[in-house]
């Protein structure tokens, strides 16, 4: 199922399909791997449910819901 | 014997172990520097073995070169600028392809790479093998197993600098990846007009260049609008290619380059580089974090973790803090024994003395602070603190990373500025980062909360609690308001993305927990000090000069002598050591008038009184003004200043109960002006410290705009509040 990555919860996999933002945001997302292909699985959120941590690549990342918006993942 | 010199440059992304190897390899001999007008530091150290002397420079972390960070800068810079003879590339291997997304962007830029695979023992408990031999051919680089923390690797990954660079001669060959085919032919096209045209080709390889300009690089792109009108042809073809790559794939050229980049590493690891492990299994420090950053656990721990380092730092802190303020004490009673009683002592002791020992008295604080400080981070537990707080923080336009300085300043009262304003560089983004540095002083930090006490025992002896209660809040309801105010204006800008690594939990090592403690508590010691040293001396002579004129000091020469004169009649029976008391009992309200006369007399109080008509509205006695421009050497001076304006002779700032009394018996302190005073004294200029710490942090400019904007925001807050008081008095 094809979703924004803010809909994701808590231990749900799923692999990117599409990064939309650009300029910096953009280019930091990318920096960290977060590109098309990348397989990755929701391993938290905070207290008040923003941000959100990810499993990917072998590290663990954090992101804002914000900053999910841009990035789209086929959920499993 | 001559020795062979080679440059080699340190690099690696943050919380790969690149401090810990390059402590490893340096030993003691490392040096700190700074780049010249910003505040990333630049460490340098000395590696010495089989006659090669190979001079190693430590490159700031970083996930990437873009330009978006001072730290991605100035690493960039340091490679094309310096041009090292070989750049260490240190990689944590249990997160290889984000770490290889670095080296792939060094080798574009040609620089002479040694892979240092760290993390190495992780790597193989986690059950994944790596194939280094495979990888170092698939690269055409040398790559070395490292543990850094055990210091493993270290002389292997060295011989390989020097073989790489007896190899390559200085010799730089940029690799050329594919960026595919829409991106591929336009880079062909851009490089040969960059080649022909001779672009920038002193500084960079040519196809770097059109790469730079198709990411949109705005460093890269205004050095080529300088260098000539070529840049203005290369960014139309830009324009066009991000035509045809929204036409054809929706996205922008440097989204492209970043995905063939991820890709070209993601390939080469699927060839046998990597086998076994699962990459989305939770590692054990995702298990932790499951208790750690809990949604009713995490900030309850957080508050047990923030409170005991708080605790530890100022209890802890006290003893060394006393021996050190006694030591100076002592220093000053030598200084009034041994120098001739005069301005020369009086400059020693209550002016240099004084001055540098306030200083210097807050180091221990500074050293313990710093060290658990140093260890949380190095653990990785700043970062879980940052992602719990984040939400809130950004509200008001900080960064969850904000609230460990806020604290630190007095947060919860009793903190310190100092160290607060220089823990806030674990702050990745600059505007947030400003913006916590320029608000933390508002914080009770210990010295405010002596004044505060002394305030509150003298108008709201019925209750101090709720009274001191109210003045934390206020600080924080300030910090946060304030911080929204200037990100909106001053510090405008977007929030910087917080795309952010949570780093395994790792056990710090106590070398590199000391050796950051002590690099940091240096530069405060010899900082500080000199400035400091010249605004002690500017203080004292301003409350000292010009003196009473002599026959004013004869009259209470005079008064002293018949007080002593009528002692001696009153009790003719009173010798030696008895009468010495009587008599300095009776002399002491004559000198404690003098004191006050004295320093109303002295630029200090002439200032206070010409402010007079300005501070009127806000409703200030006159005593406060002097006080308050005392304190800013160091905010514990508003006590002692009171005390002598309220000729009081020494009063000890911790306990000043007198004094409060005196205070409360005044009526020029009314309700309004009380208020208005604690409104003032909260949010007023920093002390003379913080504001060092503050041009160390950011620069001179905006330590002068916390200078000025505190004064201007504490003045119009404090009549705001002194007149809305008197409506309802």
């Known amino acids: 199922m094809v979703m924004s990555m803010r809909k994701m919860s808590v231990n749900q996999r799923g692999q990117i399909r599409q990064v939309t933002a650009s300029g910096e945001m953009g280019r930091r997302i990318r920096d960290m791997g977060l590109v098309p292909g990348t397989d990755l699985m929701v391993v938290g959120r905070a207290p008040l449910q923003d941000p959100v941590a990810l499993r990917m690549k072998g590290f663990t990342l954090s992101l804002r819901n914000s900053e999910a918006d841009f990035i789209t993942v086929e959920a499993k | 014997m001559s020795q062979a010199h080679i440059r080699a440059a340190m690099s690696g992304q943050p919380n790969c172990g690149k401090s810990t190897m390059f402590n490893a390899i340096t030993g003691g001999s490392a040096r700190v520097g700074n780049y010249p007008?910003?505040?990333?530091?630049?460490?340098?150290?000395?590696?010495?073995?089989?006659?090669?002397?190979?001079?190693?420079?430590?490159?700031?972390?970083t996930y990437s070169l873009t330009s978006y960070s001072m730290e991605e800068v100035v690493a960039r810079n340091v490679i094309v600028d310096e041009h090292p003879d070989v750049v260490i590339n240190m990689v944590d291997a249990t997160a290889l392809e984000r770490s290889l997304y670095l080296a792939v962007q060094f080798m574009e830029i040609g620089a002479p790479l040694v892979l240092g695979l760290n993390m190495m023992d992780e790597v193989k408990r986690s059950g994944v093998t790596i194939d280094i031999k495979r990888l170092s051919q698939l690269l055409n680089v040398p790559v070395v197993a490292c543990t850094a923390r055990l210091g493993q690797g270290r002389e292997e990954l060295m011989a390989e600098v020097v073989?790489?660079?007896?190899?390559?001669?200085?010799?730089?060959?940029?690799?050329?990846?594919?960026?595919?085919?829409?991106?591929?032919?336009?880079?062909?096209?851009m490089t040969k007009r960059i080649e022909e045209e001779q672009f920038m080709t002193g500084r960079h390889d040519p196809r770097w260049v059109a790469i730079k300009y198709l990411e949109g690089d705005e460093l890269v792109i205004e050095a080529g609008r300088a260098a000539g009108p070529l840049s203005a042809e290369l960014e139309a073809v830009c324009a066009e290619a991000e035509q045809t790559t929204r036409a054809n794939s929706n996205t922008t050229p440097d989204a492209i380059i970043a995905d063939w980049r991820y890709g070209f590493i993601n390939g080469l690891l699927k060839q046998g580089v990597v086998t076994g492990g699962d990459e989305l299994r939770r590692n054990i420090s995702d298990n932790i974090d499951r208790v750690v950053t809990h949604k009713l656990l995490g900030p309850l721990i957080m508050a047990g973790v923030l409170w005991a380092?708080?605790?530890?730092?100022?209890?802890?802190?006290?003893?060394?803090?006393?021996?050190?303020?006694?030591?100076?004490?002592?220093?000053?009673?030598?200084?009034?024994?041994?120098?001739?009683?005069?301005?020369?002592?009086?400059?020693?002791?209550?002016?240099?003395?004084g001055g540098v020992g306030a200083v210097i008295g807050f180091t221990p604080l500074i050293l313990i602070m710093f060290a658990m400080l140093v260890f949380l981070e190095d653990l990785g537990y700043m970062a879980r603190v940052a992602y719990m707080m984040d939400k809130v923080m950004r509200i008001f336009g900080l960064h969850g990373m904000s609230v460990m300085p806020l604290i630190m300043s007095g947060g919860i009262p009793g903190g310190c500025a100092v160290p607060g304003v220089m823990c806030a560089r674990t702050l990745r983004s600059p505007r947030e980062r400003l913006a916590t540095i320029l608000t933390a002083p508002f914080m009770v930090c210990g010295a405010k909360t002596t004044a505060y006490l002394m305030l509150v025992a003298a108008f709201f002896p019925a209750s101090p609690t709720g009274a001191m209660f109210a003045v934390v809040i206020a600080a924080w309801v300030f910090v946060l308001l304030v911080s929204r105010l200037l990100r909106s204006t001053v510090v405008k800008g977007e929030s910087t993305p917080f795309v952010m690594e949570i780093p395994p939990y790792r056990l710090p090592t106590l070398r590199g927990v000391?050796?950051?403690?002590?690099?940091?508590?240096?530069?405060?010691?010899?900082?500080?000090?000199?400035?400091?040293?010249?605004?002690?001396i500017v203080m004292w002579a301003v409350m000292t000069f010009p003196e009473l004129p002599e026959d004013t000091v004869a009259s209470f020469?005079?008064?002293?002598?018949?007080?002593?004169?009528?002692?001696?009649?009153?009790?003719?029976?009173?010798?030696?050591?008895?009468?010495?008391?009587?008599?300095?009992?009776?002399?002491?309200?004559?000198?404690?008038?003098?004191?006050?006369?004295?320093?109303?007399?002295?630029?200090?109080?002439?200032?206070?009184?010409?402010l007079k008509p300005?501070?009127?509205?806000?409703?200030?006695?006159?005593?406060?003004?002097?006080?308050?421009?005392g304190a800013f050497a160091a905010k514990e001076v508003f006590v002692s200043t009171m005390a002598t304006a309220y000729s009081m002779g020494e009063v000890d700032p911790e306990d000043a109960t007198s004094l409060s009394d005196r205070l409360a018996a005044d009526p020029a302190w009314s309700l309004p002006a009380i208020l208005s005073v604690f409104v003032f004294m909260l949010l007023y200029t920093p002390c003379m410290v913080t504001v060092v710490a503050i041009a160390k942090e950011s620069n001179w400019k905006w330590a002068l705009f916390s200078v000025g904007g505190s004064m201007a925001f504490a003045f119009v807050m404090a009549v705001t509040v002194y007149h809305t008081t008197r409506l309802f008095v």
């Open chain 2, 514 to 536: 000391a050796v950051h403690t002590l690099e940091r508590v240096w530069q405060y010691v010899k900082k500080a000090g000199t400035v400091i040293l010249a605004v002690s």
């Open chain 2, 557 to 610: 020469d005079a008064r002293r002598f018949i007080a002593e004169e009528q002692v001696r009649t009153a009790n003719p029976q009173a010798t030696g050591e008895d009468l010495d008391t009587l008599v300095s009992e009776a002399q002491k309200p004559i000198t404690d008038e003098q004191n006050e006369a004295a320093l109303q007399y002295s630029v200090g109080g002439r200032v206070g009184s010409f």
């Open chain 2, 309 to 353: 380092m708080f605790y530890v730092t100022f209890t802890l802190g006290a003893y060394p803090q006393g021996w050190i303020e006694d030591g100076f004490t002592w220093l000053s009673g030598l200084g009034t024994a041994y120098i001739p009683e005069g301005y020369v002592q009086s400059l020693i002791v209550s002016g240099i003395l």
């Open chain 2, 163 to 189: 073989q790489l660079a007896k190899d390559t001669k200085g010799l730089w060959t940029p690799i050329r990846l594919s960026y595919g085919p829409d991106l591929d032919p336009i880079l062909e096209r």
């Open chain 2, 37 to 61: 007008g910003i505040t990333v530091d630049r460490l340098e150290g000395t590696y010495r073995k089989n006659g090669y002397d190979i001079k190693l420079v430590d490159l700031p972390g």
């Open chain 2, 614 to 629: 300005v501070t009127d509205l806000a409703g200030f006695p006159w005593q406060a003004n002097i006080a308050l421009i």
